[in-house]
């Protein structure tokens, strides 16, 4: 197990396509830069995918139930591409998120882990925004999971899933020492909100958590036309750690890869040796009562 790597992660601009080769051929430019620049892991956004949809004729683009509809067409390339980069560069690609159709025929909103070997695991979404449960009506998932990678045991929380301290606290119980946080907002309160959940998940459980947001706007989509963010890395606020939790931070909006170099092996030592004890701490036995008098 590789302990210590470098990760990038992605500050994504969304763009138009005619056919699936150019979006291919730009995915691959990504992903060459990213190795180019030493990365091992890259972790890309939430809603990434629906680029894809640029594919599709007008009034499907502006149709949010013909949009999910059309792209479980392409589902299948989307993974093919992602699992033959994955294995020809030898890394892990948490592929951000890209909407599936269940087996019971609701839509998830779903982030696939590719292995160095091509193989893939996935993380549904499980807290639904306003916008995903009222107005696209996709369905959130159940199941929190772990997954082993050649870096050791990580989880993925996808955008509002951030902000619930649970998640990733349970996570964490199972052996996460990394938590990557795919993200879509089109606001900068959006933003915020997912990044303060980043830092207050990497605080509480000191471990590192990486976000990774869409920029720039798609106004050719109903579902992703402004977005906002920057990509970061954040780290337990304690001995050998910057003084602020953030170990590497983008430019706001600015398409980029954001680069840092992490090391499991400190999540471990830190947790036996830090200021605080923040990740033993947690109230299991400590349940007090409620005065409402």
């Not at 990044?195 to 798609?218: D, K, M």
């Not at 840092?260 to 299991?284: C, E, M, Y």
């Amino acid at each position: 197990m590789e302990q210590a790597f470098r990760i990038a992660t992605a500050q994504y601009d969304l763009s138009q396509f005619e056919n699936f080769a150019t979006y291919e051929a730009k995915i691959g430019r990504w992903v060459q830069e990213a190795v180019t620049g030493g990365a091992h892991f890259l972790v890309f956004p939430e809603y990434f995918s629906m680029e894809l949809a640029s594919l599709f004729e007008e009034n499907t683009l502006r149709s949010l139930s013909k949009e999910l509809h059309a792209l479980q067409e392409v589902v299948p390339e989307f993974k093919r591409l992602f699992g033959q980069l994955a294995e020809h560069h030898g890394i892990t690609i948490v592929a951000g998120s890209i909407p599936v159709r269940h087996v019971q025929g609701e839509y998830r909103n779903r982030s696939y882990l590719f292995h160095p070997d091509g193989r893939s695991e996935h993380q549904d979404k499980l807290q639904m925004t306003r916008f995903e449960h009222e107005q696209w009506f996709i369905t959130g998932g159940h199941d929190i999971r772990v997954i082993e990678t050649v870096h050791g045991r990580i989880g993925i929380n996808i955008c509002y899933d951030s902000e619930f301290p649970m998640i990733a606290r349970r996570q964490v119980e199972a052996g996460a020492d990394l938590i990557v946080v795919p993200s879509c907002t089109d606001t900068l309160a959006g933003y915020w909100r997912v990044r303060i959940g980043c830092q207050a998940r990497a605080l509480e459980n000191q471990c590192f958590v990486v976000q990774s947001p869409t920029v720039g706007t798609a106004p050719w989509s109903e579902a992703v036309d402004i977005n906002i963010g920057a990509a970061g890395v954040y780290t337990p606020i304690d001995y050998g750690f910057p003084d602020h939790g953030v170990l590497a931070i983008g430019a706001l909006s600015e398409p980029q890869w954001v680069f840092a170099d992490l090391d499991l092996a400190a999540i471990a030592h830190i947790r036996k040796t830090g200021q605080v004890f923040n990740d033993r701490d947690w109230p299991s036995q400590f349940r007090p009562e409620l005065n409402t008098r």
